[in-house]
């Protein structure tokens, strides 16, 4: 639709299509969002609603057959408790399977790419464990968070998961 | 393996062979746009070995298929789900639209999906990610 009215009314004569959607839909400002949320409320949502209330035709045409392929960064933050996107895209994603149907998948090569830090962090963890128990210990001390002291998000995630048990070490696979 | 079962993502096996030329020129614009996010502040390091994300791309935008009546958004009906902010400036680098990119962040994901399931959920008094 945008390439057939970009031909039909010759946009790209009065304006730059990229900037204009990045201005308005990828980067809009506070109030410009505010506008555009009351201005779709009431011209798009309400009528939609009038027109389908159940949704079902929508979900199924606009969503229906959607395959989401899951990158490595992602898996990280699904295996990462305290990773600041976790719960945003655990819930995320089981709305996404369980309610829009919209199938997810991952490549065998992203999971290697996953383990690759992952086999890393195992392969230094005796060389760190001093310095996790250290942390831990602290971290217990003044009720802190681990990744306030640790740099590699890996070993935070260990550390705040296991502040009782530095010394059985493996961070988990996934 | 129970993470993946827990969300039921399948493991994907299939080929992702990426012509020598074409693989190497991909990687090429991938390291660029780490550099360049990196210069402005928004990641750590230059990425070392695309390759992954490289197969990645060449995979997705070989096996995707846009709808007959795509609309400005979520018109394909495959997308890599991620969180690297440099692949924005990737798209940037092989001048691909905003409207075409093979990849959508997880904020933009919620934002194109769940209106109606908020909408839905909104009539229950249940929220889908509360």
């Known amino acids: 639709m945008v390439a057939e009215c970009t031909k039909r009314y010759t946009i790209d004569k009065f304006l730059d299509v990229d900037e204009f959607i990045r201005r308005t839909l990828v980067r809009p400002t506070e109030v410009l969002s505010e506008y555009l949320h009351r201005l779709i409320q009431v011209n798009v949502i309400m009528p939609i609603l009038s027109w389908d209330p159940d949704l079902a035709y929508l979900q199924n045409n606009i969503l229906s057959g959607k395959i989401l392929h899951i990158d490595s960064n992602v898996l990280f933050s699904l295996m990462q408790t305290t990773h600041p996107q976790h719960q945003f895209l655990s819930n995320l994603l089981r709305a996404t399977r369980n309610d829009l149907g919209v199938q997810l998948l991952v490549h065998e090569k992203t999971i290697s790419e996953y383990h690759q830090p992952i086999e890393w962090a195992n392969e230094q963890f005796d060389h760190y464990r001093s310095r996790l128990r250290d942390v831990a210990e602290t971290c217990k001390r003044h009720n802190e968070r681990p990744a306030d002291y640790l740099e590699e998000s890996v070993f935070a995630d260990y550390v705040s998961n296991n502040l009782d048990h530095i010394d059985q070490g493996t961070c988990r696979n996934i | ?130």
Not at chain 2, 19 to 26: C, G, N, R, T
Not at chain 2, 37 to 60: C, E, F, L, N, T
Not at chain 2, 63 to 76: E, N, T, V
């Open chain 2, 1 to 130: 393996m129970g993470t993946l079962k827990t969300f039921s993502i399948r493991v994907d096996k299939t080929s992702v062979y990426v012509p020598k030329d074409e693989f190497e020129a991909i990687k090429d614009a991938l390291v660029r746009a780490s550099k360049l996010q990196m210069d402005r502040g928004k990641r750590s390091y230059v990425k070392i070995d695309p390759a992954h994300d490289a197969q990645m791309y060449y995979w997705i935008t070989s096996a995707r298929r846009k709808r007959d009546d795509g609309g400005i958004s979520l018109g394909y009906d495959r997308y890599l789900l991620t969180l690297d902010g440099s692949l924005t400036q990737f798209a940037n680098l092989l001048r691909i639209p905003l409207t075409e990119t093979f990849f959508i962040y997880p904020n933009q994901w919620y934002e194109l999906a769940f209106p109606f399931l908020r909408i839905r959920r909104a009539r229950t008094r249940v929220s889908p990610l509360a």
